[in-house]
Structure formats: C-alpha cells, structure tokens
C-alpha cells in the first residue's frame, strides 16, 4: 500500500518545495485571463468624456497579481432639461480606445504563453525529479534481492520478513516526518530493502507450504491479489487524505498499520532461524537457465508500462487538463481493481489453459492499452486503457511467478529463496527502468512517443512465450554433466547433492528400479 500511496502525494509536494512562490501556476494552472490581466485606469476627464490615462496600463504579474479592473461608480448626474441630450455627449470616442485595448491584450497574450511555457517546463523537469524519487525504492530492491534469497535458504523465511516489516515502519515515519527532496529519497530507498526481505520471504514461504504445483498457483494467486488489494487503495486514499489532511496523516496511519502487522507476525509466525536441510541451486545458475530468464523477462517487460506511467502519468494529466491530486490518484483505481480480479482469477486458471498462453495474451493487451492512453482527454478516457491493462499485468504475475517455482522444481533443486529473489528482481528491475527513464524520455521524445515505443517492446517480447509451452526436465547441460551417472543397465540415473551426500533423486527412482547389489552379484 505504500508502494502506490505515494504516486498522488509525492509528485505535488515537490513541486510545492521546489516552486513555492510559483505554485498556483504549476498545479492549478492560474495563468492571468485576457480580460482580467490589467488594472483599472484612472478617469481624468468627465465620465461622459470617456478619456483615460494610460500611466496603470501594466498587465497583470505572472504571479497572479494581476485583478480585474474595477470601473469607478457613476457619477451623480442633474437631470437634462430637454429630453434629447446633446449629440457630442453621445459620440463615444473610438480610436484611442480600441488602440489601448489592442495593446494591452497583446501584451497580456505574450504573458501568458510565457507563463504556459514555464508551466509545461517546469512540469517536464519534475517527472526527472518523481522518476529519481520513485525510481531508488526499486533500484535498492533490485540491488538487495540476490543477498535476501541466498539468506533465506539459510536462515528460513520468518526472520527476514519481521526484520522486512521493521525498515517499512521506519521508512513510512520517514515519508510523513520528512521535508526535503534528500529525507523523501532516503525513505523511498529504505522501502526498497524493505520490501527485498518480505516479498522474497512470503514468496518463498508459500512455495514450500504448497508443494502441489496447482495449489501453488491458486495461493500465489491470493497472495498477489492482497498486493493489488493494496495498490488498489492506495492512490485514492493518499491523495483524498493528503488534499484534506496534508502530508503527514496518510502516512502515519500506514505507519500505525505496519506496527500492527508486525505484532501479528510476533503472535502467529514467530520470527526464529530455521536451517533448512538441502541446499538450494545458486543464483548464478539459475540465472543461466533460458527458461527462468524468459518468465522473469516476461515480469519485467509487463510491469514496465505501469512503471512508466507511475511517474509520468500524475504530471501529463496536470498539465493536459489540469487534474487535481485525488483525480491523479483515482486514475489508477480501474488498473488496481482489474488487477485484484486478474490475479485470483489466473492464479488457477493459467495452470489449466497454459502459463505461457496467459502471459502471451496479456504482453499483447498490454501493448494496445499503451497505445490508446495518449489519445484520452479526461479522467474518463483512462479507465478503459487503465483496466485492461491492470487486469493483464494481472494475468502475467499469476503465471508466472508459479511458473519460476515450477521450473526449480523441473530442472533444480526444489529451494525457493533464490528463486523467488530472482523473480521480485524482474519485478524490481521494471520499476526501476520505468521511474529512471520515464523523465527524460517525456522530456526529449513527449510521453505519447514515449507510450508507443513501450508498447513496441510488449509487442515484441510476447512470442517469446512459446518457449514456455513444453518445458524440458532435467538440470541444464553443464550441471548434468555433472550429476549425471549411468546406471549398470544403461538407464541414465539423477543423483541429487544434499550436504555433501550423493543420493539418488526420488523422482527418478520411482520410475526406474535399480537393483545395483544383484547386478554386482551375476
């Protein structure tokens, strides 16, 4: 809930630091009207005379100092004698009049496309600014991710998800308490190791409760509909609590929330080290197999759409029609709720139609849900794009985070830490591309080009999961040159290295019957 709470409040409060006097202009688009951007001239001569001196004739400041004129009361007037009045009071005069006019709305034309252009410039330097922001809390996750799995295959799961919990309590206090650009980016980094320890734990955690490949699938599937559960409430609830309340609040509730979690885990898991007996593949190894990098690819390249439009989304709708912070949040509710309906849909239902097909599909619906968000002109133009492409991120975290437990358990030793680190790094990696990059792509190419040439890389990914279809048994070639041995009767027999004993894999001995003693004795 963190994750998501900060993407309507963080955007506006930098900009708030870093233009303080500049503010009206920048989030509500206060630019001087035409009409309104001149003072009111002193009247030098009779009312009817119409004349005026120019000396206030000073468009309006680009600070919103500038008032509508206010015309000066009639002057009391003696009722006329006869009923026509003379015909030299009813002659206006036109031409130095119109002249002024002419020219002051000139000058207030040019005031205001200055403004507007250090609007928009101003809006495109921040996404660098919000990407940097957004970005560290991956790029730390990214970079913890390899040292929390190896330390869960020593340690167990419980330990590095309390200790987890803690550094999300401290960053939360950090979000509401901090005023600077340098707090603000130390508390984002701080979420990033955070959430290495407890995602990679309760992933771990629930791979090696449910050995069962389909009843794996179906409780990934709830374990990620609670994330979406929480991205879901996120953006609407920080930025309805941030307009009304400020910065502070939305964060210490969520700081109260985590103090509550982590006295749950002290009463039911009860945090302890647990050794586990086998010992898991390397990640070095894992990362050689081409079937783990095409399903964590596949993570990676889903997730980056989102990742992208995190940052730059917020500031594209406020300078395209001026959306206010809990309209920025509310766009990305149908993308929550679609998500929250894909995830326990396709937690079962990839296992039965195919993984590989599921995240075929959803690559492709990805990429046309880029395409179409550019061409939205309000709220309303979002929420169509923004669900689909929600419930298909859906459909391919479902798949394949089974799926990479599936492969360990094909052509691994069955230890998930490694694994499963593995996995929330393509996680990671895509919401550190997309914060990162996101900025200088909108401000050198502009987020519609920006949208299309994401989309071209879903496009493009999504044949790759044909690869998927039918995976092969058996460790790669490298590692079965070295486990493999050949049986006296010619069958080749996996041996499987647990602590330092060579024993056969069970798997394989159930199918072939090797009696070694009686071959010995003919």
């Not at 964590?296 to 730059?312: K, Q, R, W, Y």
């Not at 830490?417 to 919401?431: K, Q, V």
């Amino acid at each position: 809930m963190l994750l998501t709470t900060v993407v309507p409040i963080i955007p506006e409060y930098l900009l708030r630091i870093s233009h303080p006097n500049a503010s009206e202009i920048l989030l509500d688009d206060k630019i001087p009207d035409t009409q309104t951007n001149t003072r009111g001239k002193r009247q030098v001569g009779g009312w009817d005379n119409m004349d005026w001196d120019n000396t206030w004739d000073t468009p309006g400041l680009p600070n919103g100092e500038g008032l509508p004129p206010k015309l000066p009361p009639s002057p009391p007037r003696s009722k006329p004698k006869s009923k026509t009045p003379p015909k030299s009071s009813m002659r206006p005069t036109y031409g130095p009049q119109n002249e002024d006019s002419v020219e002051i709305e000139r000058n207030a034309q040019k005031i205001r496309e200055a403004n507007e252009k250090y609007r928009h410039d101003a809006l495109t330097e921040e996404n660098v600014h919000v990407g940097l922001m957004f970005g560290s809390k991956a790029l730390v996750q990214l970079i913890t991710n390899p040292l929390i799995g190896p330390l869960t295959n020593k340690i167990g799961y419980t330990v590095p998800m309390f200790t987890g919990f803690v550094i999300m309590f401290l960053s939360t206090l950090m979000f509401a308490f901090g005023g600077t650009f340098g707090t603000l980016w130390l508390a984002r980094a701080l979420q990033g190791i955070g959430s290495a320890c407890t995602s990679t734990s309760g992933m771990g955690m629930l791979a090696q409760a449910y050995p069962d490949d389909a009843e794996r699938g179906s409780a990934m599937g709830i374990a990620l509909g609670g994330l979406a559960l929480g991205v879901l409430v996120g953006p609407p609830y920080g930025g309805l609590i941030y307009e009304w309340a400020g910065k502070e609040l939305p964060f210490i509730l969520l700081a109260l929330l985590a103090l509550f979690d982590g006295v749950l885990q002290c009463m039911i898991l009860q945090p302890k080290v647990d050794r586990g007996e086998q010992e898991g593949t390397a990640i070095k190894e894992l990362l050689k197999d081409p079937y783990i990098l095409v399903a964590a690819g596949s993570i990676t390249i889903g997730n980056l759409g989102i990742a992208m439009l995190e940052p730059s989304l917020p500031l594209w709708m406020m300078e395209s029609w001026k959306a206010g912070s809990f309209e920025r949040g509310a766009a990305f509710l149908p993308a929550s709720i679609s998500y929250l309906i894909g995830t326990n849909i396709f937690g079962p239902l990839a296992h039965k139609i195919g993984r590989w097909l599921s995240g075929f599909i959803g690559l492709a619906v990805i990429g046309f849900c880029l395409l179409s968000i550019p061409s939205a002109e309000s709220v309303y133009g979002l929420i169509v794009p923004l669900f689909c492409m929600g419930f298909s991120i859906g459909m391919i975290d479902a798949s394949m985070f089974p799926q990479m437990g599936y492969i360990v358990d094909v052509r691994h030793v069955g230890v998930y830490g490694s694994i499963y680190a593995i996995a929330d790094a393509a996680f990671c990696f895509a919401f550190a591309l997309g914060p990162f990059f996101s900025g200088p792509f909108v401000r050198t190419l502009g987020f519609p080009t920006m949208m299309y040439i994401i989309a071209l890389i879903n496009f493009l990914y999504a044949p790759l999961m044909f690869f998927l279809r039918k995976l092969p048994e058996g460790v790669p070639r490298k590692e079965t040159s070295q486990l493999m041995e050949t049986a006296i009767d010619g069958n080749p027999q996996n041996y499987q290295k647990i602590e330092g004993i060579i024993e056969p894999n069970p798997r394989f001995t159930e199918q072939y019957d090797y009696n070694l003693n009686s071959a010995w004795s003919d």
